[in-house]
């Protein structure tokens, strides 16, 4: 009787854990999407720039780490929550296409205002020549 009780438990256990993305509640607090899409616009932005710094790849992760930390902090928004939703909005599918969406529209109007990038065969500018 015990192990049809305990094998009943693990059942439920395992029904409840295997919910729908749309039954799983947000967290509390949610990143809304328009600021979630900035933060992911502004990441995305720094790893570019930490991998084109040329670093060893100790140094660049102790950078960009800092550079999240920094942006995270100025914007109000604690890692566990920007965690926590980042988790949320992978786990919708719906919702994160339209953060990036958000995210790319953001990156053409940078692209837009400063032009493309510059070719990788063309030479950079003296101060990034090492």
């Known amino acids: 009787m015990k192990l049809i009780s305990a094998c009943a438990g693990v ?9 729908r993305p749309e039954e799983i509640a947000p967290p509390t607090p949610l990143v809304p999407k328009p600021e979630m899409a ?18 060893t790849s100790d140094s660049a992760q102790a950078l960009f780490l800092q550079y999240k930390d920094s942006l995270l902090r ?8 920007f965690a926590k939703s980042y988790r949320y909005y992978t786990i919708h599918d719906k919702d994160l296409e339209e953060v990036y969406k958000l995210v790319l529209d953001s ?3 940078r692209r837009a205002r400063y032009g493309p990038l510059s070719a990788p065969n063309q030479a950079s500018p003296a101060y990034r020549r090492r």
């Open 107 to 109: 990156l053409e109007v």
């Open 11 to 19: 059942a439920l256990t395992l029904l409840a854990a295997c919910q």
């Open 38 to 55: 900035h933060l992911l616009t502004e990441i995305h932005l720094a790893e570019v720039r930490v991998d084109a710094s040329r670093l």
């Open 74 to 81: 100025r914007q109000g928004v604690s890692d566990s929550a």
